[in-house]
């Protein structure tokens, strides 16, 4: 089976921009979360989404949002970009019936 | 809150010089305990599942453990392909319950 995929692997913004990107899950994961991955913070989570409904939330601000499809495929947005938003963005999957999630390469995010 | 706490943060070792990395956790009630292996520039590898105290699992030259409280990922006589960060992370018992992760161990292993 392929991993999780995430695109682009690489991205550079500016401040003040916005952001989108983008998870393949593994083929029959249903769920999706996502982290934000930073040297001081370590691996901190964002939100989970299964069957296209968010079903938990991290303590992110409102400028982090995202969204599942129905083929499960699920895309994080930042909006307003600030130079702390830099990270390691990973996307994991997991099937609907066991705990172990299935992680992504990542995006790196560079805000300038 | 759940919280997890690794220790050592950085652990140098010499080859086939066998140790432990230590994930102690605060859980209200524990779904269960994940440990990952992650690589520079790469995102978490999976490695084991621990679902309650006195549960072991294990895999080539790692071993992990759980207690009430701790869980140790006992690595045996390793080579420098084990050179990673290993990460710790609890899911609580409940709906919906989220992973809470360890800010990891960074192992280096000396030829």
């Known amino acids: 089976k392929a991993g999780v995929t995430q695109t682009p692997r690489y991205l550079i913004k500016t401040r003040g921009q916005q952001v989108t990107l983008s998870c393949s899950p593994i083929?029959?994961?249903?769920?999706v979360s996502w982290y934000q991955q930073t040297p001081g913070q370590g691996l901190q989570f964002l939100f989970e989404?299964?069957?296209?409904?968010?079903?938990n939330k991290g303590n992110f601000p409102g400028r982090f949002s995202g969204r599942q499809f129905s083929n499960s495929r699920s895309e994080m947005n930042v909006s307003t970009l600030e130079l702390g938003d830099s990270a390691l963005y990973l996307c994991?999957?997991?099937?609907?019936?066991?705990?172990?999630?299935?992680f992504g390469p990542g995006t790196r995010l560079t805000v300038l | 809150e759940d919280q997890v706490t690794q220790s050592p943060e950085a652990l140098r070792l010499q080859e086939g010089e066998s140790s432990s990395l230590n994930c102690s956790y605060t859980?209200?009630?524990?779904?269960?305990l994940f440990w990952y292996r992650q690589d520079p520039g790469k995102g978490p590898e999976f490695l084991f599942t621990?679902?309650?105290a006195g549960e072991e699992k294990e895999k080539e030259r790692l071993k992990a453990t759980l207690t009430k409280k701790e869980s140790f990922l006992h690595i045996t006589a390793p080579k420098p392909e084990d050179s990673a960060t290993y990460l710790c992370?609890?899911?609580?018992?409940?709906?919906?319950?989220?992973?809470?992760f360890g800010k990891g161990i960074t192992l280096s292993v000396r030829p």
């Open positions: 859980v209200s009630g524990l779904r269960g």
């Open positions: 621990l679902y309650s």
């Open positions: 992370a609890v899911q609580p018992t409940g709906a919906n319950s989220k992973l809470t």
């Open positions: 994991a999957s997991s099937p609907w019936d066991r705990n172990e999630q299935f």
């Open positions: 083929s029959g994961h249903r769920s």
């Open positions: 989404y299964f069957s296209e409904t968010q079903r």
